[in-house]
């Protein structure tokens, strides 16, 4: 007899739109674990019967998922994807066992990707994107709850829940905000809904976090060289960050909602409604240089400011009218620098410096990209830039290389900057590189596509640690830096990688390597 029946919409072709009106296409039917019929309710009287292995058991439960792809749990705590586009009729497409004695449920969030897999060992979580067991996300259930026999998960993802058979219904916070900020190489991110952890990026072994308990559940988070700042809508939190010290500092409330909040040693900066309010994070009894609101200029587009980034020693802000300012931190002067001023055709949108401020990754209002240089004020464009820009970040071991992440199409391309050629500045997208018989040397830009779900933060030395939609730090290798080490890279690998990179030095350690071959 039928045991479970679910209604489906199967795309048929790329054109197709999807959309709340559309009418179900598909009816399956589960026959009482032993088959399962599989309707076009276009031709309802021609429906395909789909058996599965005996090994698998029988079925319990069956989710539609995706474009026309299937997963059923099996009794024997198996998970089995199938196809069933026309050409692709019940192939299987992915068969693992998560659990040794039985299954009992199964649950899909399309928002995170993710399947939830009850059974005897607890909840198993597996991304459909990958197929990958997430060995980390594994819930265990204590054994007073009993076991699991239904899960489900909220629609935005953040929340599943787990009904056990004594009663007790249990609710897992699976999506944290990704909140998350860096200074050099110290990464700061939301590790619970109501704490903060600072680790070191670059630390050998990972050492035991700074927590930081915070007052609120914020939106935004932003690092410096000894405090954190949380907020959400105008309202700002400040703590200090040092391992025995995570005292609350200062609470500020700003006019309007902040858009971005920039930390260093002794100030913040906070764009709030085109304004920028620059101000001590610990007030001390010098009234001198404590406050201060940009942009100064009072006319027309010159008046409000689009973008913002703060250094050790520069306030730099892009207006809507297109210019850049740099502004002075040094104590006895305090002044706008005006050598320094970028006048741009259009407006500004984000500003991405390097540590001291020297070199400025500039995006337009047109999504194109720029390195501006201070020092020598040349603007350099940056040869085929994403249009969907979510970070930038400079490597904190090779000066030169900066990092673009597209948040569209989850891609991380890596960035060379020459400032002295023969042809004056040169920005270039790395990839692998070929050197033909006579010499030359050509680069095929390639990006590092990030793992599903992962929010890059910062890059040392081409290792890039990440926030997942778990909330958890990971640590991804861009593809520029696969053969920069010795390794099992051969010397031209790394001479190549190398000398892409600018790393002069290592690539000439790998070319007398390749001239001492026999």
Known sequence: PPKEMCFAIQKTNELMRIGPETPETHLSINMGGYSLLLYDLSDPDNPLELAFQSRYGNILVHKWFGDGHMMLGFSEGYLVVISTHITEIGEELFSGRFHAKALFDIAYSPEMKYAAVAGDGGVKVVDMHEFKDL??????????????????????GKILTAATTSGTVLAFLARMPTVHGSFGTQVAYLSSLREISLINAVAQSRQAATVIPIGIEPSFLALGAMHVAVG??????????????????DEQEYLGKVDRICLNERYTAV????????HQIEPNRDPANQRRTFPEREDGAFARATAMALTEN???????????????????????LSGAELRHSTAIKALYPNYLGTRVVVIDASNQGFIYNSVSAELTPIPAFPAHVQHVMWDTADKNVFMVFDGQSKDLHTFVHTQSTIKGPV???????DISPNGDFVMHPKPT??????????????RITCQAASGNIKVELAQAYEHKAAGGATPLDRFKQNLALLRLKDAWDAALQLDARP
Not at 135 to 148: D, L, Q, S
């Open 232 to 249: 959400m809508n105008n309202r700002v939190h400040y703590y200090r960050c040092l391992p025995n010290d995570t005292t609350q500092v």
């Open 314 to 336: 520069f306030l730099l802000y892009g207006t809507q009218a297109g210019t850049v300012e740099f502004f002075y931190l040094d104590q006895q002067e305090w002044a706008i």
């Open 271 to 278: 764009l709030s409604d085109g304004r920028i309010t620059l």
């Open 449 to 462: 596509p990030l793992s599903q779900g992962l929010h890059p933060i910062c890059s040392h030395d081409g």
């Open 135 to 156: 060995k980390t996300e594994a819930i265990a259930i204590e054994p007073e709850c009993g076991r699991v026999n239904r899960v489900e998960w909220s629609p935005d």
């Open 427 to 433: 920005v270039s997208k790395i990839g692998p590189v």
